[in-house]
């Protein structure tokens, strides 16, 4: 694609840059200029105009709008494309807008000539609403940036969503400072303001329980209370939380798997808290709520009640454009819908997830392999755009040693980054974390270890394929010349036992466990299964990638 102001003489058969009205007709933006639009133009003394220029593999903007929308769209979601070139993305039912607004923003960070604006996350929509609008700057643009653009969207589960909304049980929990009749009332304002801010969210309000503000007390009845039939703990505290060691936060870390959103940035409501105990939500409200104007804490909660699991990557700070909300696609455009296509109508297909394994140290090559540089591209990177190109969605990336070098190489992939403060402890600790944040939708997740740098998306591919969706206790690994090898895939059921293949797997207690539930697949190249373990691997693997120019200067 090639863009220039040219003169009308030599516009004909180009692309028209913007939609022009002139002399009652109007030539839409892309339209290829015929011989009788010169002669418009010319009439209406137009005497240069921009343009476009279409070369070999360019498309034109509706056909990659379509391209993007389709791997934009999921659950319950639909897109068209209107006249006016922008394509909007509506609700397929009543339900609950759900996305990432941080991979909104990296999406419009490194989308080019994309521009994507939706409305609030977590609004309560209804059928047909447009929750999304997306947009191309160019007329035509090469196919190749649009496969690129694919390409990055394609390690991460759906980004836009709609979803039921089922009935949640809700216990509060009230620790008492004073317990007073003004700290009664303070308690029943905040209950009120809940009620108010979350109508059609289906909350069942039921056990109540109350301590004094202090930990043990805390720790004791909160025990009780996560046992019990609640799905969501409502936490009232008799108190602001203002440091990691104050109490609150203590009894929690006493008890929770996990603080997923430890503060909130806002004046007044800092002492918001999130956690998660065995899939059961722990929201401590922020003293204040009553009285303070808190749109993110409102928006917080929201995404705490629906989301299937809670992980910390998802409370950041939020970076969107916000479009106008209640906004319905015309009529026109309705018998155009053009419906997501995901794993819920394919009820056959399995859904795994990949978790990319690259937080160790590498001691036994001396030096941190995996940012070794092959062709200007660091080793891990290979393993982990296999998975992202392979049919595994979400895939997680687990960082530990040199977290933030690996991370300069990311920005532009939609991946999950999940960092291991725990890595020297061995690589199960970056296994378990991974595991932990597999969505419970997915069938079962992959393990690739990122020293494996011939593992191609096609091996992964055929692996899912060889999962057997809704059987039980499976285990599908390659084998090389008789000998096992990675990557491994553990059905959801097994998550607990799952591990990589070690060169003793025949020794392993779990690998022999599940020998009867084990399936192996020949590696179709024997250099797939390679390891880069030591220091020669490593040099040979790179001396073998680099092109031979290259290696005689």
Not at 77 to 105: H, K, L, P
Not at 185 to 205: A, E, G
Request: hydrophobic share 40%; with cysteine; net charge negative.
């Amino acid at each position: 694609m090639i863009c220039n102001e040219v003169k009308i003489t030599d516009a004909l058969g180009q692309y028209l840059f913007n939609t022009i009205s002139i002399g009652g007709q109007i030539l839409p933006r892309a339209h290829k200029l015929q011989e009788e639009d010169i002669v418009l133009l010319k009439q209406n003394n137009i005497n240069k105009i921009f343009v476009a220029q279409a070369e070999d593999g360019d498309i034109d903007y509706k056909t990659a709008l379509g391209e993007v929308a389709a791997k934009l769209c999921g659950k319950n979601t639909a897109y068209s494309i209107g006249e006016d070139g922008i394509c909007r993305i509506v609700a397929g039912i009543d339900g609950i807008f759900m996305i990432n607004e941080e991979r909104v923003a990296k999406f419009n960070r490194h989308g080019g000539y994309f521009i994507l604006n939706t409305i609030q996350a977590y609004k309560i929509v209804q059928k047909s609403v447009v929750i999304a609008e997306l947009e191309l700057n160019l007329p035509i643009v090469p196919q190749k940036i649009v496969d690129e653009m694919l390409l990055n969207l394609s390690g991460n589960s759906d980004m836009l969503s709609v979803h039921d909304i089922s009935a949640k049980k809700v216990g509060l929990f009230y620790t008492r400072l004073t317990n007073d009749k003004a700290e009664t009332r303070h308690f029943t304002s905040i209950v009120k303001r809940l009620v108010k801010d979350f109508p059609n969210l289906d909350l069942k309000f039921g056990n109540e329980y109350e301590t004094l503000h202090q930990t043990e007390e805390i720790a004791n009845v909160l025990q009780r209370a996560l046992r019990e039939d609640n799905d969501i703990l409502f936490v009232l505290p008799g108190q602001q939380t203002r440091c990691p060691h104050d109490v609150l936060i203590k009894a929690l870390n006493s008890l929770v798997d996990e603080i997923v959103c430890p503060y909130l940035p806002q004046v007044g409501a800092g002492d918001f808290i999130i956690a998660s105990k065995k899939g059961k939500k722990i929201i401590v409200i922020p003293y204040n709520y009553g009285i303070i104007d808190s749109s993110y804490a409102v928006r917080y909660i929201k995404q705490a009640i629906v989301a299937d699991k809670l992980h910390t990557y998802d409370f950041n700070h939020p970076q969107n454009f916000i479009i106008q909300e209640e906004n319905k696609i015309s009529a026109e455009n309705v018998a155009h819908f053009i419906s997501s296509e995901g794993y819920d109508e394919r009820p056959d297909v399995p859904h795994i997830a990949a978790v990319v394994l690259a937080a160790g140290v590498g001691s036994r090559c001396g030096k941190n392999k995996l940012l070794a540089d092959v062709n200007g591209q660091p080793l891990f990177m290979r393993a982990l755009m296999a998975a992202v190109r392979s049919k595994a969605s979400p895939v997680f990336l687990i960082t530990g040693h040199q977290a933030e070098a690996m991370e300069e190489f990311l920005d532009k992939i939609d991946i999950n980054v999940l960092y291991n403060s725990a890595y020297r402890s061995g690589i199960r600790t970056s296994i378990a974390l991974g595991i932990k944040s597999v969505p419970a939708f997915c069938d079962g997740v992959i393990l690739i270890p990122a020293d494996m740098p011939n593992v191609t998306a096609e091996e992964i591919n055929h692996m899912i394929s060889a999962f057997e969706k809704g059987k039980d206790k499976q285990v599908i690994m390659c084998v090389n010349k008789g000998k096992k090898t990675n990557p491994i895939i553990w059905s959801k059921d097994l998550y607990e036992h799952a591990d990589i293949v070690p060169e003793d797997s025949h020794l392993r207690p779990v690998f022999v466990e599940f020998t009867d539930h084990s399936k192996l697949l020949e590696v179709e190249k024997p250099e797939q299964a390679l390891d880069v373990t030591y220091p020669l691997d490593l040099e040979d693997f790179i001396k073998a990638n680099t092109p031979k120019k290259q290696v005689q200067k």
